[in-house]
């Protein structure tokens, strides 16, 4: 996955980051609602979720990501304030 700044973040690639940091080949991602900690999420990953998303311009924090550890919360999170044409 091409980690710069130039590609814009969608859900799919937010999907793609977080299998990658955990491990996981894309088709074995949890569904978007399942806690991700229930299926190997660790702090290390999270950090690497964090980074990836600050070379897309995203502010990402630790704390706000592991208090709602889903793909669907962390695309709010990620999303929040970008142009509906993002989401």
């Not at 130039?6 to 990658?20: C, F, N, Q």
């Not at 569904?31 to 290390?44: A, M, R």
């Not at 550890?69 to 044409?85: F, I, K, Q, Y």
């Amino acid at each position: 996955m091409d980690n710069s700044s130039s590609t814009p973040l969608t859900k799919d690639s937010l999907r793609l980051m977080i299998a990658e940091s955990m491990g996981l080949e894309p088709d074995l991602l949890p569904s978007d609602d399942e806690d991700l900690i229930d299926h190997g999420l660790h702090s290390v990953a999270v950090m690497q979720v964090v980074s990836r998303c600050h070379r897309h311009g995203i502010e990402a924090a630790f704390p706000e990501l592991i208090a709602e550890p889903t793909v669907d919360g962390w695309w709010r999170l990620l999303s929040a304030g970008r142009p509906a044409a993002d989401r």
